[in-house]
């Protein structure tokens, strides 16, 4: 396992489209996190899994958005309905369980570009 | 709640000079403070990590912090800048205790002159 790795590394599509981007984490990390990350910002937190379960969403994640984590393992995310304002790249981490504590370990990100 | 100041946008060195990239944090709880870096079309890597040890911290490629409650600050500084150094620095602060959800500042570009 070299990693954490998200599938496709680019994305663009018609704005109302959807798109659907994939995470497979460190296979011994139970904890997995989406963020987003704009131009000249840092990233912000999108959801939370611990295994399956999605403990927390921001605010940030309207209805057009979903997020799945079946059976614990790869997570996906799922923007409907796209606006150009989803343009973004969207990172995907993945930590042990513990205290806080542990850093993240990131992946390359999915660049979504929406026209 | 918490949150991260990274006090420059931008901070340019020249080559074999001291890097200085500072960050000031507000936690209620005591807090796990973070380092990352980033280069361009790359994800995040954690360069290092406090976690209430010792309040100086090393990482990867000569950086180090402080952690200074007092000051409510965990700059990062490197004694000698490189060129491969030049990327987007980010700080980021976490509640000890809790789920790892980590409050990420909005980064400092680091540019490096020859």
């Known amino acids: 396992d070299t990693g954490v790795s998200q599938n496709p590394r680019h994305k663009i599509t018609k704005r109302g489209q959807n798109v659907t981007f994939r995470c497979d984490p460190i296979?011994?990390?139970?904890?997995l996190y989406w963020y987003r990350q704009t131009l000249g910002q840092g990233p912000e937190f999108l959801t939370y899994f611990q295994n399956e379960a999605q403990l927390e969403k921001s605010r940030l994640l309207s209805d057009r958005f979903s997020a799945e984590r079946p059976k614990g393992s790869f997570s996906t995310l799922e923007i409907q309905r796209t606006e150009q304002g989803d343009s973004a790249m969207y990172l995907c981490?993945?930590?042990?369980?513990?205290?806080?504590?542990?850093?993240?370990?990131f992946g390359s990100g999915t660049r979504l570009t929406v026209v | 709640a918490q949150s991260v100041t990274q006090l420059d946008s931008h901070v340019s060195v020249s080559e074999g000079t001291p890097v200085l990239l500072r960050c000031n944090y507000s936690?209620?709880?005591?807090?796990?403070l973070f380092w990352y870096v980033q280069h361009p079309n790359k994800g995040l890597q954690l360069l290092l990590k406090y976690t209430s040890a010792a309040t100086l911290v090393k990482g990867i490629n000569g950086f180090e912090a402080e952690f200074k409650k007092s000051e409510t600050s965990f700059h990062l500084t490197k004694p000698s800048a490189h060129m491969s150094d030049a990327a987007e620095y980010f700080c980021?602060?976490?509640?000890?205790?809790?789920?790892?959800?980590?409050?990420f500042g909005a980064g400092t570009r680091l540019a490096v002159h020859p």
């Open positions: 981490a993945s930590s042990p369980s513990g205290t806080a504590g542990y850093g993240y370990t």
């Open positions: 296979s011994e990390h139970n904890r």
């Open positions: 980021a602060v976490s509640l000890s205790g809790g789920y790892n959800k980590l409050i």
């Open positions: 936690s209620s709880y005591s807090p796990s």
